[in-house]
C-alpha cells in the first residue's frame, strides 16, 4: 500500500500540470488523484501524503470553479467533463470531513479541517447545481426563470442534507442544511 502512496505522490506534480492544460476529461485526474492520496493516507497513517491529497483538492477546486471557461462547452448537461470533474471534487471535500471525523488515528490538529471540508463541499456543490440548472435551461430552452430553478434546486439539496442529517445524526450538517435551506427560501423570495 505504501508503494502504491508513494506512486501518488509521485504522479501528483504530472497532475497539475494535466489538470491546469489540458482540457476535457483528463481534469478529472486531479480530483480522483487527490482522494486516492487521501484515502491512502488515512488508512496507512501518512501525515503528508493526507495533507498533500487536502491541498491538491483545493487547488483543483480553485481553478476549476473559478475559472469554468477553461473548460470547452458542454455537449449536454450532466454528461459533460466539467460536471464529472466537479462532483469528483464535490464528494472528495465530502470525504475529508467523513473521514477525518471518523477516523480514531488522526492527530487532533487535524480534525479542524472537518467542519470546514464539509462547508467547502456544500458551497461548491451550490455552484455545480446552479451550472447544470442553467445548463439545462438553456440546453433546451426552457422558458423558465433561471433564479427561481435555481432557487428550487438549491432547496432541494439542502433537503437532502437534512434528511442526511437526521437520518446519521450529525449535528453540523443539520446546521449547513438548515441554513441553506434559509438561504434558498430567501433567494426565491426576493428574486
Do not use: D
Amino acid at each position: 500500500m505504501c508503494a502504491f502512496a508513494s506512486m501518488a505522490a509521485g504522479a501528483e506534480p504530472a497532475a497539475v500540470f494535466l489538470s491546469l492544460h489540458i482540457n476535457g476529461w483528463l481534469a478529472a485526474v486531479l480530483p480522483a488523484l487527490a482522494a486516492v492520496m487521501i484515502c491512502v493516507g488515512v488508512a496507512a497513517g501518512r501525515y503528508w501524503l493526507r495533507t498533500a491529497g487536502v491541498v491538491a483538492l483545493g487547488v483543483f477546486s480553485a481553478v476549476c470553479f473559478a475559472n469554468p471557461p477553461l473548460f470547452k462547452e458542454p455537449v449536454a448537461p450532466l454528461l459533460n467533463y466539467y460536471f464529472f470533474a466537479s462532483a469528483l471534487a464535490v464528494t472528495g471535500f465530502f470525504a475529508i470531513a467523513h473521514m477525518y471525523y471518523h477516523h480514531p488515528g488522526l492527530l487532533r490538529r487535524e480534525r479542524v479541517i472537518v467542519w470546514p471540508a464539509a462547508v467547502i463541499g456544500t458551497a461548491l456543490a451550490m455552484v455545480v447545481i446552479r451550472r447544470e440548472v442553467l445548463l439545462v435551461i438553456n440546453y433546451f430552452g426552457l422558458p423558465f426563470q433561471m433564479n427561481m430553478w435555481v432557487s428550487l434546486a438549491w432547496g432541494l439539496f439542502a433537503l437532502f442534507l437534512l434528511i442526511l442529517s437526521v437520518a446519521r445524526h450529525i449535528k453540523g450538517f443539520l446546521y449547513i442544511s438548515l441554513v441553506l435551506l434559509g438561504v434558498a427560501i430567501i433567494k426565491a423570495f426576493l428574486f
